[in-house]
């Protein structure tokens, strides 16, 4: 079973930074696109922040550019979120999500984290 776990959420204040991280493990073939969420406090829906394929190319929510990066390590099967000049409306629980093709299985699976708080304060 293919299970992720994300780590590096914490309180920072408004223009800080944090690094987020999102470690997958299990019968891994290949993860081929790897994203960010953001669930906002009140909010039901997890909103996109960022992507990253799996040759690299990049996109993120208007609102994070020049702030937020997206990376990945292919080899230790983790993405990480660095996210730079933190605002209060950052805040909420960041969800990683991956599209993992498991070993010996001939399709991709979309994998969610459970996610990781960060609060920024003002």
């Known amino acids: 079973q293919v299970h992720l776990v994300e780590s590096g959420g914490g309180l920072v204040q408004a223009g800080g930074s944090l690094r987020l991280s999102c470690a997958a493990s299990g019968p891994i073939s290949e993860i081929n696109a790897a994203s960010w969420y953001l669930q906002a406090p009140g909010n039901v829906e997890r909103e996109f922040v960022a992507?990253?394929?799996?040759?690299?190319?990049?996109d993120y929510v208007p609102s994070v550019k020049g702030r937020f990066a997206i990376s990945r390590d292919h080899a230790k099967n983790t993405v990480t979120l660095h996210m730079h000049n933190l605002k209060p409306e950052d805040t909420g629980v960041y969800y990683c999500?991956?599209?993992?093709?498991?070993?010996?299985?001939?399709?991709?699976?979309?994998?969610w984290g459970r996610g990781t708080l960060v609060t920024v304060s003002s």
């Open positions: 992507a990253i394929t799996n040759n690299g190319s990049v």
């Open positions: 999500k991956l599209s993992v093709t498991p070993m010996g299985v001939p399709q991709s699976f979309d994998y």
